[in-house]
């Protein structure tokens, strides 16, 4: 697999690019704040926000749908909210009665799940945007600048480092079970859930030596060239005007977006 | 690339900023701790070590197994991780893990990922580890008994945790989304038992000095234990009356004051103005019936461990 198998990335010159990665990082999730914020029902400044999503879109170079087209991994979250619908508060405004079941939809109940499909819909395609405009390197080390302790964005490099690795490693096993488990049309093939829950354990179990002890061969060449057990980058992300400009005017968006919606 | 989201990562704008703040706050704190007891204990050959399990428990989601009419088990591994690893380096292993989730594929969101990490990290490490620590001096079948009763309890209390999270945000109703969550998490939750116990044997077999007595009692004290049978007592205990009671529960989140946490004003105005439409029916009793019978059976397995061990000290 190729290592770059998982990068979110997209390859591009644009102003958003070029920004530093923690502007990016703490408008985005201002922003994020800023949605969480906005009282439900809020239409205006939840239609403003999406028009300044779509903006940054636009800013970006990837094109003004492009945010849009992957949003809806949120999606099958949606069914939690549903029983919003039927909030006791407010004017009912249908009866439905399904065998046993009584629905009552209020207007109420409406707004409310309106506002939080809204919000998360909106919210998912700002950290997009973010993933999409920022190589996964340069974000993380915009979260050792914004004091996330080293530790972390430590273990968080290494994981991106070595996810394909593993997912290599993953593939392989599913593919030696793949090839043991012959079947022949119309008979029963494999044996029962426990059998195959055990298989898949077995194949875990499997996997967990083998990062393990590729943690201790990783280790040792590591320290022979000079580890001491921090990560060093070359990009030195030095905060220009631009950023600051940047970063002082998606504030001020954000504070006008807020005001929309309360007033 | 075959990885496919798992229903316990909540994505922004489901919880409110209070109720996010909040789990914020507690999964601050204690991955804090667990990073002073990590950088106490162990070397900066750790380091390395824990990024790479991040990516075995990334990695190993991927890993699935046919259940019946194309649906599939899966594997969260957060109870594994902190067996495996000890709870401290496993809360900050499900930590990358969950970051990395939210971050890059968008899998929970970035405001309520104190939340996520509270739910997959904190709770299935004090659950995993306690229960496996209690019995990691007995015999082989009670450790992996145990093991698979404790991977189960984890993500069943990860899910109720995180059913009342979004009701105390008010974005479900209590009565429909305790017993929808804990319905699908009890199959979900077998499904990880079965892999955390073969996986748990298979390490047992190939490599003991990871996991025998001395290794598991170095990884963390014996509070652990207390923390763990406590959570999963909480857990047993208000997966029922969630289920069967909504009423009384959400009394007793009113009288305490929790109701005022969520945005939503709709409880304190209009009390205990229900539509039952799925409080009293067959599903949530069913499922608070299942999960009462299992539960109790966990923990008669657990306590009894305890006291015996506590009687082969007396003999001592």
């Known amino acids: 697999m190729h290592a770059d198998a998982f990068d979110r990335f997209h390859e591009a010159d644009s102003r958003l690019h070029r920004l530093d990665p923690r502007v990016k990082v703490v408008v985005t999730t201002l922003f994020i704040l800023s949605n969480a914020l906005l009282p439900d029902g809020a239409w205006a400044a939840f239609g403003l926000s999406w028009i300044v999503l779509l903006w940054a879109n636009h800013l970006s170079s990837l094109g003004v749908e492009f945010t849009f087209k992957r949003s809806f ?33 209020t207007d109420y109940g409406l707004i409310k799940f309106g506002s939080i499909m809204l919000r998360s819909w909106i919210s998912v395609q700002a950290a997009i945007l973010l993933v999409a405009t920022t190589r996964f390197p340069d974000m993380i080390h915009a979260f050792e600048h914004l004091h996330v302790p080293a530790i972390l964005t430590t273990i968080v490099s290494f994981l991106y480092r070595y996810l394909f690795v593993l997912t290599d490693e993953v593939m392989r096993l599913l593919r030696a079970r793949q090839s043991r488990s012959g079947s022949v049309a119309g008979l029963k093939s494999g ?39 921090q990560l060093r980058t070359l990009n030195p992300h030095v905060m220009q005007s631009r950023d600051w400009v940047f970063a002082a005017l998606s504030i001020v968006i954000i504070l006008l977006l807020q005001l929309t919606g309360r007033f | 690339m075959s990885y496919s989201p798992l229903p316990l990562h909540i994505p922004d704008g489901f919880l409110n900023l209070v109720i996010s703040l909040i789990f914020w706050g507690i999964t601050i704190i204690t991955v804090g701790i667990a990073i002073s007891k990590t950088n106490k204990s162990l070397g900066e050959k750790q380091v390395p070590l824990m990024g790479i399990m991040a990516a075995f428990i990334f990695a190993a989601q991927m890993l699935n197994f046919p259940v019946a ?248």
């Open chain 1, 191 to 229: 044996r029962s859930v426990v059998w195959r829950a055990r298989v898949t354990g077995n194949m875990a179990g499997q996997l967990f030596l083998r990062s393990y002890e590729r943690s201790d061969r990783i280790y040792t060449a590591m320290q022979a060239r000079g580890y001491t057990g």
């Open chain 2, 69 to 316: 009419g194309g649906t599939s088990g899966h594997f969260l591994g957060g109870a594994l991780a902190a067996i495996v690893l000890g709870p401290w380096a496993g809360i900050l292993v499900m930590t990358a893990v969950i970051a990395v989730q939210g971050l890059l594929f968008q899998d929970g969101g970035l405001l309520v990922m104190g939340a996520n990490i509270f739910n997959m990290g904190l709770l299935t490490a004090m659950i995993g580890f306690g229960l496996y620590r209690s019995v990691s001096g007995r015999n082989k079948r009670t450790r992996l008994v145990v093991a698979g009763v404790a991977a189960w309890l984890a993500v069943l209390a990860s899910a109720l945790v995180a059913s009342l999270q979004l009701w105390l945000s008010g974005t479900t109703r209590l009565e429909i989304v305790v017993p929808a969550m804990l319905g699908v998490h009890v199959l979900i939750g077998l499904g990880e038992a079965a892999i955390t116990v073969a996986a748990i044997s298979f390490i047992e077999q190939t490599r003991p000095d990871l996991l025998n007595e001395k290794a598991i009692s170095a990884k963390g004290g014996r509070g652990w234990v207390y923390a763990g049978v406590v959570i999963s007592l909480l857990a047993v205990l208000l997966s029922p009356l969630a289920s069967a009671n909504p009423d009384g529960l959400e009394r007793v989140a009113r009288d305490m004051g929790f109701l005022h946490l969520g945005q939503s004003a709709s409880y304190k105005i209009l009390p205990n103005y229900t539509i039952p439409f799925l409080g009293g029916t067959a599903l949530s009793t069913i499922v608070a019936g299942a999960v009462g019978a299992l539960v109790v059976l966990g923990l008669m397995i657990v306590i009894g461990g305890m006291l015996r061990r506590k009687k082969v000290h007396q003999h001592e």
């Open chain 1, 73 to 105: 991994i949120a999606l099958p979250f949606a069914l939690a909210a549903i029983s919003a619908i039927f909030s006791p508060l407010g004017n009912p405004l249908a009866d439905w009665s399904i065998g046993p079941l009584t629905l009552i939809p």
